[in-house]
């Protein structure tokens, strides 16, 4: 057949495959620009285009890896974040960006149960990013839910597989975003009256991120005035720091805690502490200053694995379910402590659903109480129970870990070894998880709010935990974000069941609270 560059005209075609031409070309030209865009969006910072991703019989439009701050590298590493400065062109949000950096969890180094929250993404600095899953066809004006992921304040990944939107938002029906926030030193070392290291970035981080959301997730399809706050661990502790701040408060409109509360005991820090930690960090990697400037900026001059190398050997005491670098009674974020704010109903009004596992203390017994490991049973000996009370309450005196041990011992059969193991679970999970949130949900109905709350006591059946850790903490996330829908991930049919129940109660209340 001649080319058309040579200047001659082609061989008649049969009439055919004109017929072809005419009727199949002008239909997929007439799909293409809907899906095009539908996949592109203008926020006020610039175009964004993602990509439709398949889920169930559907499919959803994911945007990933959407920046909402400057990179916070080089002179900007402890600083409070910057809004991230418009782009001109179409920028492509079809892949998971950067995870902050943070320490690995090597305890059991190929297990899934430990690497399912380890980062799944190259880690960076450069990490200040968020998510944004949409209904397809666009949606007008849905309820929007944001995700603050968990980790101790020292790790956390927007872009686990446990968090993937694709579930909730095709089910249904609403807007999913995740962001993203520094974690350990990165994101919470604290100097206060330093402005080159104030403190509290990692909520700052989030914060900025919900900003974001108020002014672009219009452009979306989702209801800015219909934003619900939710998170897990350290990101309920985060979402209940969000109401207590009061910068914050007019953000979102309603907000679920998923075992954590900010009045944990192990959610923050006096700035004294704060500077304590900051200063000796900065020992440990050879920074001898005693002048905030100077120790700053010699901080910044090590690679951020040399600071997470050190960032562990700052905590005062041999604990457990206790953190290096994490948010401090700034006098700004936070006027006053949690317990203080709450005591005086100095929070926003609103209503809130919160609740636990069954066993929040079991995951945790495992990284350093003597005689606790995940390949055996666990049986406890009354020696080891001892020294495990000193652990999991590392501020009492001898006095209070005597009530402790009081408290949580069966006397008429102290030595059993069971018995001990689960004591230990429930003082680790009382003490950490269970009276925050009790006291936590008091505080708030007290003042006449909604208060929904609940207890999830359902292990998965394809748990590869022991089976004497029960239900551990971290272990609902996978039925509020319908992973039990993915077949091949092998839940039963009840599962699925209880995930699509989950699902809704957790939507209906971010819709109608």
């Known amino acids: 057949m001649p080319s058309c560059r040579s200047g001659q005209m082609p061989a008649p075609q049969p009439w055919w495959f004109q017929l072809f031409l005419v009727l199949c070309i002008p239909s997929s030209i007439a799909v293409s620009p809907g899906q095009t865009d539908e996949l592109k969006v203008s926020t006020q910072t610039g175009w964004v285009r993602g990509l439709r991703t398949p ?6 439009s994911a945007f990933l890896g959407i920046p909402f701050a400057e990179p916070p590298v080089g002179r900007l590493r402890f600083l409070r974040p910057e809004p991230v400065k418009p782009w001109q062109h179409v920028l492509d949000a079809t892949s998971y960006q950067h995870a902050c950096y943070q320490m690995v969890d090597n305890t059991y180094p190929g297990f899934h149960g430990t690497e399912m929250w380890n980062p799944n993404r190259e880690m960076s600095e450069d990490c200040l990013y968020l998510n ?20 101790g ?17 095709y089910t249904q029906n609403i807007i999913l975003v995740s962001l993203s926030y520094r974690v350990g030193a990165f994101g919470f070392l604290g100097l206060l009256g330093s402005q080159e290291a104030p403190g509290n970035m990692g909520l700052l981080d ?3 991120a919900l900003q974001w959301i108020q002014n672009n997730i219009q452009h979306f399809g989702g209801n800015p005035k219909a934003v ?11 979402v209940g720091m969000h109401l207590l701040s009061s910068q914050s408060r007019a953000l979102f409109q309603r907000a679920i805690l998923q075992s954590g509360a900010p009045n944990a005991p192990w ?9 304590r930690r900051a200063t000796l960090l900065g020992k440990q990697v050879g920074c001898h200053f005693t002048n905030d400037s100077e120790l700053v900026s010699c901080l910044r001059s090590k690679s951020p694995q040399q600071l997470i190398d050190e960032e562990w050997s700052v905590l005062p005491y041999k604990s457990i379910f206790r953190f290096p670098f994490v948010p401090v009674i700034d006098g700004d974020f936070f006027p006053d402590t949690p317990e203080a704010m709450l005591g005086t109903g100095n929070f926003k009004e609103t209503q809130v659903l919160l609740g636990v596992v069954k066993d929040e203390g079991s995951y945790f017994l495992i990284y350093g109480v003597p005689g606790f490991s995940k390949d055996n049973d666990s049986l406890i000996s009354r020696q080891d129970f001892l020294e495990g009370v000193r652990m999991g309450v590392p501020h009492a005196n001898d006095i209070a870990t005597e009530a402790v041990v009081l408290q949580y011992t069966d006397w008429e059969d102290e030595d059993n070894r069971e018995k001990n193991r689960e004591a230990m679970d429930d003082i680790v999970g009382d003490h950490n998880i269970i009276c925050p949130v009790v006291h936590f949900a008091t505080r708030y109905a007290e003042r006449g709010n909604k208060v929904y709350a609940y207890l999830f006591d359902h292990r998965a059946s394809n748990l590869i935990w022991p089976l004497w850790m029960g239900v551990p903490h971290g272990y609902e996330i996978e ?12 839940y039963t049919p009840q599962e699925k069941e209880l995930s699509r129940r989950m699902m809704r109660y957790w939507v209906n209340f971010a819709r109608t609270g």
């Open 267 to 275: 959610a923050t820090v006096t700035p004294a502490e704060s500077r």
């Open 153 to 169: 304040f020292y790790s956390g990944s927007a872009s686990l597989d446990v968090y993937d939107g694709r579930f909730l938002t």
């Open 132 to 151: 944004i899953w949409v209904p397809s066809p666009r949606p007008k004006n849905v309820s929007v839910l944001v995700w603050i992921y968990g980790g």
């Open 228 to 238: 619900t706050i939710f998170g897990e661990s350290a990101g309920a502790a985060s």
């Open 206 to 208: 989030q914060r900025l």
């Open 55 to 60: 889920v169930l019989n559907g499919h959803v």
């Open 479 to 490: 039925f509020v974000f319908g992973l039990p829908l993915n077949d091949s991930l092998n």
